[in-house]
């Protein structure tokens, strides 16, 4: 196993450790394995609650700061929290006007926040809602669409509805934006190389030395097809092909496009396979707001990239752009 | 024949003891088609349940504790499922200090009807739910201890064999397709490896 | 070669064709291969250029923005720009106050841009100086300090003089800042696997399973030894302990620390190393400004770290924590 | 016996042709200590060379155009080298139609020296540099064209066998260390396939 890392079982504790330490007025950690806002949560404000497994940095607990989340549960790598730490959570996050649980459809972190939610509603009187992020085109046929998994949309939803909740909307809204920001997402992606989870040592999957998979998922999960590394053009057609069948974009549409790194993934190529997507999106006549290009919700060290199109309409653009703030996403306003 | 707080106190001992033995194979079972966690989960969830304090007056709040212990150090699919299976439990139970025998049958399908709003999964899929299914009506109207004992072995291994053939429809062993056909559903396994450790 | 490109040979050229589509508020290419600023160099203030092989996004084309660089020349993967378009970049950066070339102690890029001085001197009476950033300990003992080869220092500097060129500084002022951050930076480098220069096609260098390489250099130039993977607090450890050899740090001394993955190491294994270092530092009493976690000079998809220390004074830390804005990093005023 | 700006042109050609013909094998020397560019830097640079316009009256002029044509296409050591070096010829032959063969020697060794100053390099370690030395000393005084080719051949065979089984001690060789005894220096070798094809 080709990792910078001591004992296995400490990787996640030391992680935050270390995240902790290099930015103080960021992150706390108000809890074991709960990442927060230093400061506690607003009053009057809707607290933004995600989680899921470790590994995927930024995602999740990066997110973590101003027109973005309050605060998330941190699992072991790509494993759920259990559902006591996203009670815990929920209760960081909670400044009197409500929590919305805002993440990616995995099974394991939709029963643990479900049971977390039950529980600070029981125990706690904290009103929740949930918007779970389905965004990849390829982990089900579009009548099923509820069970897609979630990629690299939850970015988009994480930074619209925070941005929504930053200016104080309430529970209602900021929760019907972020739903409609997730019903707007389509992601795919696409696998070199696979990472290892430090616990099992070993890679999370096996690929031939000139072999991709299109549509892997961001944990090994099988994709569409395997096949030859194709050229950055052709790779890049294939994914916009899917996306596009899947929510078509006509003229005069607008949207914002991440192509996103997996990890070891360098943003040279990230650049090289922008050129072509946003050639393609030319050519139809549909408008691109601030693409974004880099590392925004990976799988550790794996080789791979993800395409993610959100479609947006004035009240999605305008939040999209407004300001965010966090260790690995400074944005100044836009608007 | 009744079971009280006690009975679980014990219950939960010798649980914690078989899964702990059983760790390694359930982890190996897991890992084929998943990430081979199964074992840890059930033995960390049973050794957390066993260091806690009972109650011993309230069935409910009894089955609440152990449910709160797996919520604490499990947070895999299969460990919040218990949880869950056990918080429907101690909601039937709640303010009792012992249930008829003859009720266990209605404590497993309360736990089944949670777990499968949970996980939103249904019978049929090869999954933990379905051997409940079948322990619930295997055991219904079952009044000594090991009557329900042999009826609940002899439903655990006919659904084990029931589903061997089927592929995986949910969790984590529902991406490996058809690779799942002629393994056992390691949840399933779980819930042969739980019983056998209670009888033992 | 697992790598998302089209032809090789096209390689640099769409990259920068994506880089400059994705942010063309941020990047212009007024010259084949002269990444600047769009709207052209600012009347009186001192222009800074750099320049050297691609593949190490952000180092160089990212760092063109403000308060940090004026334009850079971009060379083939690894190898440098030529004499002819350093020429055109220090043309462009020019606004009629000078221009310090800023960059790393390589060879190549040394001539290169030695000759385009004499050139733009000679054709454009331009003045101009030099800062070579030589911070790599493990490259030459302290005795040939000068014969060191540049890594992480590089972003000090460029964010540095950049602030103190923003803040309308003559030449001789920016370069003597400039000058001073390169004394005061060391850095040290370790490596777990290789990347592949897309025309070379294979691997820079090869690597057993288990094996780790400290003190390799940026393009997988040898380091001190060669050993089987060691836990992260020891490699940490003996990282830094190089680093201290080299510039010893007392009680109340301030430095930034900047904990880099050269590609494919993920920003968790990073947070694990920074925590030690932390550690370290703490322990000697040593004040830590600004730690930079992240990936901000890299070789493509290599796997490794490098940490570099820079010692800093009261200016020094003033201008490090000026605001900057680029693409790849955008720093509030922390002043 | 001179030097005029049509001999080099005919040089030109010349230099173009045989840097193709030995491009592979250039690359493959080099790339067995360095990045393998050493035959794609000469064949480009002399064929950018080969298509620029010279001037006819002005020598100093003719090796400033071949100078800025390696500028502009090759940005590897070599090619940087061969730019300072021809343009120190450059330099020396300023404003003159024609230089004597007897100030060859002179252009050789203006060359070396700018090429150091360039290359913070000294003489003995294994490069280009310790060639163009040899060759400077081996043609002074010489005035006839048969001669400085027969002089220049000797020399260049020497130095490379003089210097074969010692380390690299410049440019991107030196990081392999030992590993280069044994092997020539592709610069090195770079002149003698220059001069085999200057005289073809
Ligand atoms: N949604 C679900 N509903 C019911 N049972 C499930 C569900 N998901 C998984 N299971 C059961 O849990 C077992 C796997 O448990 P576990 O290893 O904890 O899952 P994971 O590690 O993938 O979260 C499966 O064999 C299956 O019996
Ligand atoms: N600093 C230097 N001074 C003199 N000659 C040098 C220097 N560096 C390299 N050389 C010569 O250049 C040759 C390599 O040229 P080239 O392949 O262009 O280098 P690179 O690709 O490493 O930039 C060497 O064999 C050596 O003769
Ligand atoms: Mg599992
Ligand atoms: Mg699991
Ligand atoms: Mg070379
Ligand atoms: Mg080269």
Redesign the pocket.
Same mark, same amino acid.
């Given at each position: 196993m080709k990792k910078i890392l001591n004992d296995p079982t400490d990787f996640v504790d030391e992680m935050l450790d270390g995240l902790i330490a290099a930015h103080p007025d960021a992150y706390s950690l108000p809890h074991p394995r709960v990442v927060a806002r230093p400061g506690g949560a607003k009053e009057g404000k809707v607290g933004i609650v995600s989680g899921g497994g470790s590994g995927h940095l930024p995602v999740f607990a990066g997110y973590v700061g101003h027109g973005l989340l309050d605060a998330v549960a941190v699992g072991d790598v790509f494993?759920?929290p259990s559902a006591d730490q996203m009670a815990d959570c929920m209760r960081v996050a909670h400044g009197g006007a409500g929590v919305l649980r805002l993440y990616g459809n995995y099974?394991?972190d939709v029963?643990n926040f479900d049971m977390a939610g039950e529980t600070v509603e029981f125990e706690d009187d904290i009103e929740s809602t949930t918007v779970l992020l389905a965004d990849d085109v390829v982990s089900a046929p579009p009548e099923e669409a509820a069970k897609r998994r979630g990629t690299g949309g939850m970015v988009y939803a994480f930074k619209i509805a925070g941005a929504c909740a930053e200016a104080m909307g309430d529970l209602a809204h900021v929760t019907g934006i972020a739903q409609r920001t997730a019903d707007n997402c389509r992601s795919i992606g696409m696998a070199l190389t696979p990472c290892t989870v430090p616990q099992a040592g070993k890679p999370t999957f096996m690929i031939g030395e000139d072999e991709m998979e299109m549509g892997m998922g961001l944990h090994g999960e099988p994709g569409i097809w395997r096949d030859t590394l194709k050229p950055a053009d052709a790779i890049t057609d294939e994914m916009m092909d899917r996306l596009l069948a899947d929510m078509p974009l006509k003229h005069g549409d607008r949207c914002s496009i991440m192509v996103n790194s997996l990890g070891a993934t360098p943003p040279e190529e990230l650049y090289i396979m922008y050129r072509r997507a946003k050639d393609r999106l030319d050519g139809d006549g549909v408008v691109i707001s601030m693409p974004l290009i880099g590392r925004y919700a990976t799988s550790m060290e794996m080789t791979g990239a993800t395409i993610t199109l959100c479609k947006l309409d004035d009240e999605l653009e305008n939040l999209l752009r407004k300001p965010c703030h966090c260790a690995f996403w400074v944005q100044h306003d836009l608007t | 024949m009744t079971l009280d707080c006690h009975d679980l106190v014990r219950a939960t001992r010798r649980l914690a003891a078989a899964t702990a033995a059983a760790k390694d194979t359930l982890n190996a079972q *897991?890992g084929k @088609?998943? *990430? #081979? *966690? @199964?074992g840890i989960?059930l033995a960390n969830g049973w050794a957390e349940a066993d260091s806690a304090e009972l109650p011993t007056d309230d069935l409910g709040r009894a089955f609440m504790v152990l449910s709160k212990a797996f919520q604490r150090v499990?947070?895999?699919?299969? #460990?919040?499922?218990l949880a869950t299976g056990l918080m429907a439990a101690a909601r039937a139970a709640k303010g009792r200090e012992s249930i008829e025998m003859t009720e266990i049958s209605g404590l497993l399908a309360a736990a089944r009807d949670a777990?499968?709003a949970?996980?939103? #999964?249904e019978l049929g899929?090869?999954?933990?739910?379905d051997?409940l299914d079948a322990l619930a009506a295997a055991t219904a109207d079952l009044a000594e201890r090991e009557e329900i004992a042999r009826a609940a072995r002899i439903s655990v291994d006919r659904t084990l064999e029931g589903f061997r053939q089927r592929p995986?429809g949910?969790?984590?062993?529902?991406m490996y397709g058809d690779a799942s056909i002629g393994l056992d *559903?390691?949840?399933? @396994?779980?819930v042969k490896i739980m019983l056998d450790g209670l009888m033992a």
């Open positions: 494993a759920s099974g394991g029963m | *897991d @088609l998943g *990430d #081979g *966690d @199964l989960t499990s947070a895999s699919s299969y #460990g919040t499922l777990m499968m949970r996980g939103r #999964g899929q090869k999954s933990v739910l051997v995986a949910l969790g984590r062993a529902r *559903d390691p949840g399933m @396994l779980a």
